[in-house]
């Protein structure tokens, strides 16, 4: 596996709205169409939270997070309307990379970029909803299943085959390995 190498590949930098074209492209290359969110929707969470949204390795990766409230959940393409006045986590929405550079370390280096801007904040917890069979690559980074009562009307937007989960990162406890990373 090749690493991630920041001068040739280029760093994780904040995304722009010029860079929803390069969104919308890794999008039909990452994820099964069921799965594909609109530019609106990716828009409105641009707007919303610029400050949690990421492009990775020369415009071939992105990241959205927003501050957002557990119990809430997101649903797969649908308008947040607007952020919660007391969020208790930092969602991690939607991470892709190109499949042409996938196993390049920019997923990982993505996800240390979300987690570290999380502790920065000030949350305790990171959540996202795990789809396409990558729970495992996310309990790489701590994240582990939620259990029982999740929300069932929200995960079934992502479509009753891809069960999709949800899965959260408490950050009071962080792993030696993301110590070392970030
Ligand atoms: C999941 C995804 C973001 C990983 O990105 P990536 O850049 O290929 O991952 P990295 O190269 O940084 O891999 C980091 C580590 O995770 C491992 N890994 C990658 N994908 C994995 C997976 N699906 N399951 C388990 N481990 C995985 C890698 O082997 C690597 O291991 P190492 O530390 O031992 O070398 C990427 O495969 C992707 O975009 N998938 C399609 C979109 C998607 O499903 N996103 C997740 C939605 S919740």
Redesign the pocket.
Same mark, same amino acid.
């Given at each position: 596996?090749t690493p991630f190498d920041y001068n040739t590949a280029g760093a994780i930098r904040p995304m722009l709205p010029d860079d929803l074209d390069a969104v919308l492209r890794i999008q039909i290359l990452?994820?099964k169409p069921h799965l594909h969110e609109s530019r609106t929707t990716f828009a409105e969470k641009l707007g919303l939270f610029p400050g949690g949204c990421w492009i990775g390795g020369r415009s071939v990766a992105y990241l959205f997070s927003f501050p957002w409230l557990q119990e809430l959940g997101v649903g797969l393409n649908a308008p947040l309307g607007r952020l919660p006045a007391t969020p208790d986590c930092l969602y991690m929405h939607d991470?892709? +990379?190109d499949p042409a550079?996938? &196993?390049?370390?920019?997923? *990982?280096a993505l996800a240390h970029t979300a987690l570290a801007s999380a502790k920065r904040m000030g949350f305790h917890r990171v959540m996202?909803?795990? +789809?396409?069979?990558?729970t &495992?690559?996310w309990s *790489?980074f701590g994240f582990k299943v939620v259990s029982g009562n999740s929300n069932r009307t929200l995960l079934r937007t992502y479509g009753d085959e891809e069960r999709a989960c949800l899965m959260i990162r408490d950050i009071t406890a962080p792993d030696v390995r993301l110590l070392r990373e970030v």
């Open positions: 596996m990452a994820y991470m892709a +990379v550079f996938h &196993g390049c370390g920019i997923g *990982r996202l909803t795990a +789809v396409q069979e990558s &495992g690559f *790489r």
